[in-house]
């Protein structure tokens, strides 16, 4: 006999998304999986495809100074071009 597969909606797979972001400070992905009882391939893949950066924490200041950093230095190579 065939294999029964789970299907879930759009809806489902964004807002499963959006909590791992917002746990993932917290949990491991493979942590996220076990909780949400999916397997880590399909929660994977669902991150990859709608992921929205804005849903994730800043992990620290450091952090966001040194994507300030990288910004200001893309700046100038783009004003050199020019």
Not at 23 to 41: G, Y
Not at 75 to 80: P, T
């Amino acid at each position: 006999m065939g294999e029964h597969r789970q299907r879930y909606s759009e809806e489902f797979k964004k807002e499963t998304v959006k909590f791992a972001q917002e746990q993932q400070q917290k949990k491991t992905m493979r942590e996220i999986a076990a909780e949400l009882k999916l397997p880590l391939s399909c929660l994977h893949d669902w991150m990859t495809k709608y992921r929205e950066f804005e849903n994730e924490p800043v992990a620290a200041e450091e952090r966001l100074k040194k994507l300030e950093q990288q910004l200001k230095e893309k700046e100038r190579e783009l004003m050199k071009k020019d």
